[in-house]
């Protein structure tokens, strides 16, 4: 068995990162498994270096301990290239010239589970004005081509395990990736997006087990389409429930002193907070959300 976690360095980690974080390595090391560390530091405009130290110190305080070296996915950009020309050549992908003001002011379509569904306002362009845009230094993003893409690589499930974690059967849950529209793959200053290098350095990692919260289910959608176009396998998956503040929303450092950072500060004992996590005792007005 093989999980890992997997955090952005666009800030420190909060109590719900740390309480991912030691479920990953603890389903690890209850079956003699490896737990292992990826920064997705490719985000330009977001991802800081600093908060990469900070990260992996707020990770060690807690008593959180990876196995091998730490992967950085700017390292690998490499790979992700190799994959987009994979895909291109498979005639799945198209250049978008859209801005975000284009598409927030073209978008008729519905929200879907990743956003606002993209209108595929430049799927219908032709090769010769896509060419010539290119050429002229156009900025871009790859877009992948949703319904073709679905249509080539057929009907789709991933499996699951239940939450918390146990030795229970997979259920098959059917991937609908068509909801998410044709999301970026490369983006305009990265030569991958999340979906991408994710899926590929979860299989280059030899992730068997991946476990994060019941946000990215409908990325999950996507990175079963990702690895069946790209003939990688596919993981088994646990979404854990969030971990909400007072106001009953989401996780964020708005709620006060929830960052892990911050409860060092105050002179927590990481240990004791370690054990109360792992019993689902949070810090008081933090709790589980509903699933
Ligand atoms: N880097 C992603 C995040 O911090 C997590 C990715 C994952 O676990 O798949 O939200």
């Not at 929303?249 to 002179?267: F, M, N, W």
């Amino acid at each position: 068995m093989v999980t890992r976690f997997a955090p952005s360095p666009t800030g420190r980690l909060h109590v719900g990162h740390g309480w991912s974080a030691l479920l990953a390595m603890d389903l690890a090391r209850a079956r003699g498994g490896s737990f292992r560390l990826r920064i997705e530091d490719i985000d330009g405009t977001r991802s800081r270096p600093e908060h990469v130290a900070g990260i992996i110190e707020d990770l060690r305080w807690l008593g959180i301990a990876w196995d091998g070296d730490i992967v950085f996915q700017s390292a690998r950009l490499d790979h992700y290239q190799s994959a987009l020309e994979r895909l291109k050549a498979m005639g799945l992908l198209y250049p978008c010239f859209c801005t975000r003001a284009d598409i927030a002011a073209s978008a008729t379509a519905p929200h879907g589970p990743e956003g606002p569904v993209y209108p595929g306002t430049c799927r219908g362009l032709n090769d010769a004005h896509r060419a010539s845009r290119i050429a002229a230094g156009h900025p871009h993003a790859w877009r992948i081509d949703m319904a073709r893409a679905v249509a080539r690589a057929g009907p789709l499930q991933w499996h699951a395990l239940p939450f918390p974690p146990n030795d229970d059967v997979a259920t098959a849950v059917p991937a609908g990736p068509l909801a998410a529209g044709d999301v970026v793959l490369a983006r305009k200053d990265a030569p991958a997006s999340y979906h991408l290098s994710c899926t590929l350095d979860d299989a280059a990692m030899g992730v068997t087990h991946i476990l994060r919260g019941e946000d990215l289910r409908p990325a999950t959608d996507i990175h079963r389409l990702i690895q069946a176009l790209l003939d990688l396998p596919s993981p088994l998956y646990v979404h854990h429930p969030l971990l909400v503040g007072p106001d009953g929303r989401r996780l964020a450092k708005r709620d006060g002193s929830i960052g892990l950072a911050d409860l060092r500060a105050e002179g927590m004992d990481p240990q004791r907070l370690a054990d109360d996590l792992r019993h689902a005792r949070f810090p008081i007005g933090i709790s589980l959300g509903s699933a």
